[in-house]
């Protein structure tokens, strides 16, 4: 069984710092390639970053490009999410999810709130 | 970025009812190399996760019910839902994967009248 476990988020002030991770099981992680998904507070999905199975390549949107660095250990199956100069329209839920083209599992998420 | 749009914003209908969203593109994500369309959609249930229903446009995910379908091609496309059962009240999204850029639609919220 596919299981993604977020994990990291929590309450940071405006231009902080945050890194999530992603527990990876179930499937042969690295060889599949992964991405963050990210949900406002009663808004939509939106796609923020996405990561090849060797980490060679990575895409981002552009709300978060220069900002948010994505990366993965496939020795350990985990995939990350390093988030810089964090603005409040960055808080969200944040999900890991298999796969970038398109999503075939998601986690539930772990929960970023950007506020003074 | 290729913009995803909608409609409608939402839909009430009786159980056993037909649903019928659609989504339309700004450009086609419809690729000739290989004659796919690279679109998405996927219902969010009230407090989960996302779950993946059809892609390539036509194709269901695991375990999906067939009274989920999805129609279309290059820029306009569309999820029915036939047979609505209770189960089924979720917000549905389309998203393109056509560009390095991923995108989703605004989403359909779905309602038993």
């Given at each position: 069984?596919v299981q993604?476990?977020?994990?990291?988020?929590?309450?940071?002030?405006?231009?902080?710092?945050?890194?999530l991770?992603?527990?990876?099981?179930?499937?042969?992680?690295?060889s599949?390639?992964?991405?963050?998904?990210?949900?406002?507070?009663?808004?939509?999905?939106?796609?923020?970053s996405?990561?090849s199975?060797?980490?060679?390549?990575?895409?981002y949107?552009?709300?978060?490009?220069?900002?948010f660095?994505?990366?993965?250990?496939?020795?350990?199956?985990?995939?990350?999410?390093?988030?810089?100069?964090?603005?409040a329209?960055d808080?969200?839920?944040?999900?890991?999810?298999k796969?970038n083209?398109p999503?075939?599992?998601?986690?539930?998420?772990?929960?970023?709130?950007?506020?003074? | 970025?290729?913009?995803?749009?909608?409609s409608?914003?939402?839909?009430?209908?009786s159980?056993?009812?037909?649903?019928?969203?659609?989504c339309?593109?700004?450009q086609?994500?419809l690729?000739?190399?290989?004659n796919?369309?690279?679109?998405?959609?996927y219902?969010?249930?009230?407090?989960?996760?996302?779950k993946?229903?059809?892609?390539w446009a036509?194709?269901?995910g695991?375990?999906?019910p067939?009274?989920?379908s999805?129609?279309?091609s290059?820029?306009?496309?569309?999820?029915?839902i036939?047979?609505?059962?209770?189960?089924?009240v979720?917000?549905?999204?389309?998203?393109?994967y056509?560009g390095?850029?991923?995108?989703?639609?605004?989403?359909?919220?779905?309602?038993?009248?």
């Amino acid at each position: 069984e596919v299981q993604l476990l977020e994990s990291g988020g929590d309450l940071v002030q405006p231009g902080g710092s945050l890194r999530l991770s992603c527990a990876a099981s179930g499937f042969t992680f690295g060889s599949s390639a992964m991405s963050w998904v990210r949900q406002a507070p009663g808004k939509g999905l939106e796609w923020v970053s996405g990561i090849s199975t060797s980490g060679d390549s990575a895409f981002y949107a552009g709300s978060v490009k220069g900002r948010f660095t994505i990366s993965r250990d496939n020795s350990k199956n985990t995939l990350f999410l390093q988030m810089n100069n964090l603005r409040a329209e960055d808080t969200a839920v944040y999900y890991c999810a298999k796969g970038n083209s398109p999503q075939d599992y998601w986690g539930q998420g772990t929960l970023v709130t950007v506020s003074s | 970025d290729i913009v995803m749009t909608q409609s409608p914003d939402s839909l009430a209908l009786s159980l056993g009812e037909t649903a019928t969203i659609n989504c339309r593109s700004s450009q086609t994500v419809l690729h000739s190399s290989n004659n796919k369309n690279y679109l998405a959609w996927y219902q969010q249930r009230p407090g989960q996760p996302p779950k993946l229903l059809i892609y390539w446009a036509s194709t269901r995910g695991s375990g999906v019910p067939d009274r989920f379908s999805g129609s279309g091609s290059g820029t306009d496309f569309t999820l029915t839902i036939s047979s609505l059962q209770a189960e089924d009240v979720a917000v549905y999204y389309c998203q393109q994967y056509y560009g390095a850029q991923l995108t989703f639609g605004g989403g359909t919220k779905v309602e038993i009248k």
